[in-house]
């Protein structure tokens, strides 16, 4: 079991399904990521930090950086931001297309977006 999965086994067992979903998402939108934890959180990475996500008390943390934030402005409306956080309410669907295109966006913004294996 990698660490990002112990992380997500260690949360309540009714995020797990989601946070696993996450990973998946994350994993798939840009080929040869691999994972670990940083700052105690799912860390995705290429040789640099591309994409992180956490579980909060009622939403999903997902952190693709400020830029990112910025960039995808008009698409993250509906969804309370911070400088480089987006937060997803736990009681709503799994934002599959945006998380997917903030993850290739910022891969491709820090040129490391590449072919290859999932890195799991």
């Not at 949360?11 to 940083?38: F, T, Y």
């Not at 295109?101 to 891969?107: C, E, K």
């Not at 040129?111 to 290859?116: D, I, K, S, T």
């Amino acid at each position: 079991m990698t660490p990002v999965e112990q992380y997500i086994q260690s949360c309540p067992e009714e995020h797990r399904a989601k946070l696993s979903r996450l990973r998946d998402v994350i994993l798939e939108a840009v080929p040869g990521l691999a994972e670990k934890i940083a700052y105690g959180i799912p860390t995705f990475y290429k040789a640099k930090n591309v994409i992180h996500f956490s579980l909060a008390k009622a939403h999903i943390g997902i952190y693709p950086g400020p830029d990112a934030v910025a960039h995808f402005a008009p698409r993250l409306a509906g969804y309370r931001t911070d400088k480089g956080t987006v937060r997803i309410p736990l009681d709503a669907p799994l934002p599959e297309d945006l998380i997917r295109d903030l993850a290739r966006w910022s891969a491709e913004r820090l040129g490391v977006a590449g072919n290859g294996g999932s890195g799991r």
